[in-house]
């Protein structure tokens, strides 16, 4: 990429219309994501907690086992990954190797958040925040440690639960003068609230629709309409991963057959196209067929 060139995440936040993003809790959904067109997936810490250790949103993975995720994950991708960091995993120095891992691991951006300990999914209850002063010191350090500048660092805060709208509003502004590329104010309550943020916010905007969450879902034009940049879809990969694998579950287990319950589902053909198996099994034979050079 020259130097005057935009990085993929930059020409996307560059558009006039809305970027429609999706969460993927592993690398099968999100091969899947990219090949139906989307252009930007997120890895949270919701979808990778449950897909890697089966267990809650609550700050039990780590640094390194989510790093890892984000490794696996855009090795097989080309479109842009942003990856959910959490509270930085820590203080300043932490913060600043959690980037630094994330952006070598190949994420095109990483998300940061000023919950304290205990961390909790941003729809869960009886959140707690740091003070905004160290927020703002965690975004300064963030933007210190990427080593490119087309590295994106979205600010969120779970103030509104907190201290209400807005103190919620204030924060990502001054995280965005600090240096952050994207606010994001988690958990709005309303659409009055939506609307509130976009006209009180003059940074890049993302939207977090989870389904079941206390905010209410609003589609991708509606948002678009309102200013907001960036819409994700966080934790539905998940239900209807979990709708469809407790389906076959029932059906296997009750019938003993499921021929009719996978009628219309992907089939082994397309699953072998997605993973790329031909490309693989030829592999041998493209290699017998290149010369084979001798030294003089």
């Known amino acids: 990429m020259r130097s005057d060139e935009a990085s993929p995440i930059r020409e996307?936040?560059?558009?006039?219309?809305?970027?429609?993003?999706?969460?993927?809790?592993?690398?099968?959904?999100?091969?899947?994501?990219?090949?139906?067109?989307?252009?930007?997936?997120?890895l949270g810490g919701f979808g990778a907690s449950a897909s890697l250790l089966g267990l809650p949103d609550l700050n039990l993975i780590?640094?390194?086992?989510?790093?890892?995720?984000?490794?696996?994950?855009?090795?097989?991708?080309?479109?842009?990954?942003?990856?959910?960091?959490?509270?930085?995993?820590?203080?300043?120095?932490?913060?600043?190797?959690?980037?630094?891992?994330?952006?070598?691991?190949?994420?095109?951006?990483?998300?940061?958040?000023d919950q304290a300990a205990p961390k909790r999914c941003g729809h869960f209850d009886d959140k707690q925040i740091i003070p905004v002063k160290d927020m703002v010191m965690k975004i300064k350090a963030a933007v210190a440690a990427r080593s490119s500048p087309e590295f994106v660092i979205f600010a969120r805060t779970d103030a509104r639960q907190v201290n209400g709208l807005a103190d919620a509003i204030d924060r990502v502004n001054r995280c965005c003068d600090a240096g952050a590329d994207v606010a994001f104010v988690e958990a709005p309550e309303s659409r009055t609230e939506l609307e509130e943020i976009a006209e009180r916010v003059k940074h890049p905007l993302f939207a977090n629709m989870p389904t079941g969450g206390v905010t209410p879902i609003l589609s991708a034009e509606e948002l678009e309409q309102l200013g907001y940049r960036i819409v994700v879809l966080p934790i539905e990969t998940l239900l209807v991963t979990g709708t469809a694998v407790r389906g076959l579950a029932r059906?296997?287990?009750?019938?003993?057959?499921?021929?009719?319950?996978?009628?219309?589902?992907?089939?082994?053909?397309?699953?072998?196209?997605?993973?790329?198996?031909?490309?693989?099994?030829?592999?041998?034979d493209e290699l017998d067929e290149m010369p084979t050079h001798t030294a003089d």
Request: charged residues 25%; without cysteine.
């Open 12 to 42: 996307l936040l560059g558009r006039s219309s809305i970027v429609r993003s999706m969460g993927v809790h592993d690398v099968f959904s999100a091969l899947i994501a990219e090949q139906e067109g989307i252009e930007l997936l997120f």
């Open 62 to 113: 780590t640094q390194t086992e989510m790093a890892e995720a984000v490794r696996r994950m855009s090795a097989r991708l080309d479109v842009p990954l942003i990856a959910d960091g959490d509270t930085g995993h820590g203080d300043l120095h932490q913060v600043q190797r959690t980037v630094e891992l994330f952006e070598t691991a190949g994420a095109s951006g990483i998300i940061l958040e």
């Open 251 to 284: 059906a296997w287990r009750e019938k003993g057959s499921v021929d009719n319950f996978l009628s219309d589902d992907m089939t082994f053909a397309e699953v072998k196209r997605l993973l790329g198996v031909e490309r693989f099994l030829k592999l041998r």
